[in-house]
């Protein structure tokens, strides 16, 4: 038999935290986060304020560089990366490729990793920092054609080249949204709740996606190769897939008459896997600040946009239950970020199968941030050690003795 106590003992003085729960990964200065008062800040701003007061390019630049620009920074800072919107007609190729039902953040993480191959300089672990800087406003301005195509590829569609006269948001809406066949004109309601919701999701300090940027970038690997991991972290139901699975929860729920108590019950059965989507938070255990400001911005949306969405109804008439509930009070479970998010991308217009792809956007400035304080920083390769528990030396046994 396998003595574990002794094979531990043998290993050294290993602490095993699965998950992180309590094990830091490293120093950073960018975005604060206290779980139990509710409170976000980027670099040392209130995320109230910011999605009040600024735009996502300005967050980016924060993020990305620490202080907020001046006017004349943020124009170049807009100026550069407006320059490069478009990106290689080859990754129309790549795009081709994809069978039409592929999920576009798939395809996402796919055309990002191909920039390697594009801009091959970018795998140079010692580039200077100009070249670092390039990499960075590439991959900012690129992320929402590829996002718009690989929905265009998604539907069928030609894809729409990106129009430089227009701000981030509107112009990845009219990429999203136009039409050889019609005049589509950006609504200003939708552009500007579009980028409160990317403010909100700009960064979360050491989140799964964010971890993983960090992880495969130090290994000096380059910074789209990072990104494109981090998409893939982010695509999972309990991370940024979580906006998709809350509208198709509500949906359910909806179809099945629009008993909230019972899918409650099933939440609450521990033989049951079903989990009540958009609730909890691994870090959050008050509220998460991210909701309330989305919440409320929900229903301005909606109220300006004169939608009325029954999904809504169903998403309050879970909260409230929820709130009063022990089961919930006791673990501490509120309504994330993604709670209210979809509700909002689905007022805008955007399809239930690029609400993760909306994050990744938001989360662009984030990872990148982090990415360049990780190398700037000089950060070790990152690598968790384990306590094996497998089996002892044993002799190889033949095929025929098997
Ligand atoms: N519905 C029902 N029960 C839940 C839920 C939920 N949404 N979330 C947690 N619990 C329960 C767990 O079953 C567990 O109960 P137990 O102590 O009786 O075993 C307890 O609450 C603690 O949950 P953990 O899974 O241990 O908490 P953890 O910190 O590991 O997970 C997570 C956090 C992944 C967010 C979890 O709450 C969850 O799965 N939520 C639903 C998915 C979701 O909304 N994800 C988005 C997160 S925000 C973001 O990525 C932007």
């Known amino acids: 038999a396998i003595d574990i106590a002794k094979l531990r003992a043998e290993s050294g003085l290993v602490t095993i935290d699965p998950g992180f729960k309590n094990t830091g990964s490293t120093e950073s200065a960018i975005t604060f986060l206290d779980g139990e008062k509710g409170i976000l800040r980027y670099r040392g701003y209130s995320i109230e304020e910011l999605a009040e007061k600024s735009t996502f390019l300005e967050?980016?630049?924060?993020?990305?560089?620490?202080?907020?620009?001046?006017?004349?920074?943020?124009?170049?800072?807009?100026?550069?990366?407006?320059?490069?919107?478009?990106?290689?007609?080859?990754?129309?190729?790549?795009?081709?490729?994809?069978?039409?039902?592929?999920?576009?953040?798939?395809?996402?993480?796919?055309?990002?990793?191909?920039?390697?191959?594009?801009y091959p300089e970018s795998l140079d672990p010692n580039r200077s920092a100009e070249g670092v800087?390039?990499?960075?406003?590439?991959?900012?301005?690129?992320?929402?054609?590829?996002?718009?195509?690989a929905y265009k590829n998604e539907i069928g569609h030609p894809v729409n080249y990106p129009d430089n006269r227009l701000d981030y948001c509107s112009n990845f809406l009219k990429m999203m949204f136009a039409l050889?066949?019609?005049?589509?004109?950006?609504?200003?309601?939708?552009?500007?709740?579009?980028?409160?919701?990317?403010?909100?999701?700009?960064?979360?300090?050491?989140?799964?996606?964010?971890?993983?940027?960090r992880l495969v970038g130090s290994s000096h690997a380059s910074l789209y190769a990072s990104i494109s991991g981090g998409i893939n972290a982010l695509w999972g139901p309990l991370h940024g897939g979580a906006n998709q699975a809350v509208i198709e929860m509500l949906e359910a729920i909806q179809a099945d008459g629009g008993d909230?108590?019972?899918?409650?019950?099933?939440?609450?059965?521990?033989?049951?896997?079903?989990?009540?989507?958009?609730?909890g938070h691994r870090v959050y255990?008050?509220?998460?600040?991210?909701?309330?400001?989305?919440?409320?911005?929900?229903?301005?949306?909606?109220a300006k946009l004169g939608i009325n969405d029954p999904i809504l109804e169903i998403a309050k008439g879970l909260e409230e239950v929820a709130l009063s509930d022990p089961y919930f009070i006791e673990r501490k479970l509120y309504p994330n970020v993604d709670f209210y998010s979809g509700i909002i991308y689905r007022a805008i217009g955007i399809p239930t199968s690029m609400f993760t792809v909306m994050f990744?956007?938001?989360?662009?400035?984030?990872?990148?941030?982090?990415?360049?304080?990780?190398?700037?920083?000089?950060?070790?390769?990152g690598r968790p050690r384990q306590i094996y528990t497998g089996a002892n030396l044993r002799p190889f046994v033949p095929m025929e003795k098997r």
Not at 196 to 203: F, P
Not at 285 to 302: T, Y
């Open 260 to 279: 909230v108590k019972k899918y409650m019950a099933k939440a609450k059965d521990k033989d049951d896997p079903f989990r009540l989507m958009g609730f």
């Open 285 to 302: 255990k008050n509220f998460d600040p991210r909701a309330k400001i989305i919440k409320k911005a929900a229903d301005d949306v909606l």
């Open 59 to 118: 967050v980016s630049y924060l993020l990305i560089n620490g202080e907020l620009p001046t006017a004349k920074e943020l124009e170049n800072f807009k100026s550069k990366i407006t320059h490069h919107t478009l990106i290689h007609e080859d990754i129309k190729s790549i795009l081709d490729g994809f069978p039409s039902n592929a999920h576009p953040m798939g395809v996402l993480s796919s055309l990002v990793s191909s920039l390697t191959a594009f």
């Open 180 to 213: 050889p066949t019609d005049d589509y004109k950006v609504d200003p309601v939708v552009a500007s709740a579009l980028d409160k919701l990317l403010i909100l999701h700009a960064d979360h300090e050491q989140n799964c996606s964010t971890s993983t940027v």
């Open 360 to 381: 990744a956007i938001g989360r662009l400035p984030g990872w990148i941030a982090q990415w360049k304080e990780m190398r700037e920083n000089g950060e070790p390769i």
């Open 133 to 149: 800087n390039l990499s960075i406003l590439r991959i900012l301005a690129k992320l929402p054609t590829m996002a718009a195509w």
